[in-house]
């Protein structure tokens, strides 16, 4: 694995699972991996379960650990290229690249959506500049349009969940929220669950269509009652319109979460990246109840990272 910034980049998914589940039985089985290798993880946005999860499997390998959060501790950062600093940023991030190169042998970066320009989110203006510039393997820790980490935990999870003898139907399902929310999630969870064996369905309103680029011929479905009937797997997640970039198309009807709605399907297990606003996406009943796989979801964040961080380090060594 040279990078890792899509299911794109991952060689044989099953593969990676099953190396995920080994890890989780044994965490510090490859604990001299990365014995003389340092990753830096460089945050621009807030995060709890990706940096504490990616700290950890790091840390499990034997690594060691540089963690910057950008957008407090380093320099105002300029991300223009041919941009005349004259202003008030201080570094360009092609200097701090630079910088990171000389420092670590693999480089992570958490950077969101800036849900301003359609353009510079979906050409993945930050991401973008360490691809380009970094000399050692670059790890997303979510973008401006995946999730990739947070979407191996699911895969994960459903595959720890799923013991029938049928094709699980996932219903990946919008849920109301109070300010705009940028499409990572619910496209890289789209675009992973097409490679697992499973039906998936969309649910999600009318205005609320995410990129076709990530859903491709995945069936959408504007009503949420018919979307989640016979339901194995419900994925809950916000995001704002894609087609009216960031903007929030009024919704009729109430697309919150509740054991009502569980009713009709087949007794569902329920997933949510976190955080969740309760009683907004979904009600304290499902997020408590027994239905909720959550907090389990929570902690193969771990797993998901190491697994990939141990496939990185193999990349390193070859």
Not at 101 to 122: H, L, P, T, W
Not at 149 to 156: M, Y
């Amino acid at each position: 694995m040279k990078k890792f910034t899509s299911v794109s980049d991952v060689e044989n998914l099953q593969e990676i699972i099953k190396k995920a589940l080994q890890i989780k039985a044994d965490p510090l089985t490859e604990t001299g991996k990365g014995k003389g290798k340092t990753i830096g993880l460089v945050f621009l946005n807030s995060s709890l379960r990706t940096r504490l999860s990616s700290q950890i499997a790091a840390q499990n390998l034997g690594l060691n650990v540089l963690t910057l959060n950008a957008a407090q501790e380093a320099w105002n950062l300029e991300f223009a290229d041919g941009a005349v600093m004259n202003g008030d940023t201080v570094e360009h991030i092609k200097d701090a690249i630079e910088v990171l190169n000389q420092y670590c042998d693999i480089i992570a970066v958490r950077c969101f959506a800036g849900m301003k320009s359609k353009e510079d989110d979906v050409n993945e203006s930050i991401l973008s500049q360490f691809e380009k510039h970094a000399k050692v393997p670059v790890i997303s820790l979510e973008s401006a349009t995946r999730h990739p980490l947070q979407s191996l935990a699911d895969c994960i999870t459903i595959t720890e969940n799923w013991k029938k003898d049928h094709k699980p139907k996932v219903v990946l399902t919008w849920a109301p929220h109070i300010k705009p929310i940028a499409h990572a999630v619910g496209n890289s969870f789209a675009e992973w669950m097409q490679e697992m064996d499973v039906e998936l369905v969309i649910a999600n309103p009318e205005g609320y269509d995410l990129d076709k680029k990530f859903t491709k011929d995945v069936k959408v479905i504007h009503d949420q009652d018919e979307a989640l009937k016979d339901a194995d797997f419900i994925y809950v997640k916000n995001w704002s319109s894609f087609d009216d970039y960031a903007a929030m198309p009024e919704v009729k009807g109430d697309w919150m979460l509740t054991n009502e709605k569980l009713a009709g399907t087949n007794d569902a297990k329920v997933m949510h990246c976190l955080p969740v606003r309760r009683n907004v996406e979904l009600s304290d009943e499902v997020m408590d109840g027994h239905n909720s796989i959550i907090y389990q979801q929570a902690k193969n964040r771990i797993f998901s990272a190491q697994a990939v961080f141990s496939g990185i380090l193999d990349e390193l060594k070859a």
